[in-house]
């Protein structure tokens, strides 16, 4: 059973950076592409960005330019780069793998594993 969990949010000025980190366990000798998502009170959870097993990425064009995803080499450890924050950008962001080895977007449906979500506030 995939377990993940993210670390590295909390309070940021606009413009200015963070990075995320999820941590995963539990996977099995398979391929998986990982994702991050945020949400806000009363909207739908969005897709932020996804890194297939290939290393392949995907971005909300709202995002493109200024975030990054990325991994470690065990694939293990998932970053996610924030850069030129705006107040936009605040939300709790979620951690996410798929037992897809490629998920060619941001479809939520698309991934199994979720951690918990932390908090991102710019100001």
């Known amino acids: 059973h995939v377990q993940l969990v993210e670390s590295g949010g909390g309070s940021v000025q606009a413009g200015g950076s963070a990075r995320l980190t999820c941590v995963g366990s539990?996977?099995?000798?398979?391929?998986?592409?990982r994702g991050w998502f945020r949400q806000t009170p009363g909207k739908r959870r969005e897709g932020v960005a996804a890194?297939?097993?290939?290393?392949?990425?995907t971005y909300a064009d709202s995002v493109k330019g200024r975030f990054t995803i990325s991994q470690d080499n065990t694939k293990k450890m998932v970053y996610l780069q924030m850069n030129n924050l705006s107040p936009e950008d605040t939300a709790i962001y979620y951690c996410?793998?798929?037992?897809?080895?490629?998920?060619?977007?941001?479809?939520?449906?698309?991934?199994?594993?979720w951690g918990q979500g932390t908090q991102v506030t710019v100001s």
């Open positions: 890194l297939d097993d290939d290393g392949t990425t």
């Open positions: 539990g996977y099995i000798n398979r391929r998986y592409s």
């Open positions: 996410a793998a798929s037992t897809r080895a490629a998920v060619w977007g941001l479809s939520s449906t698309d991934f199994d594993y």
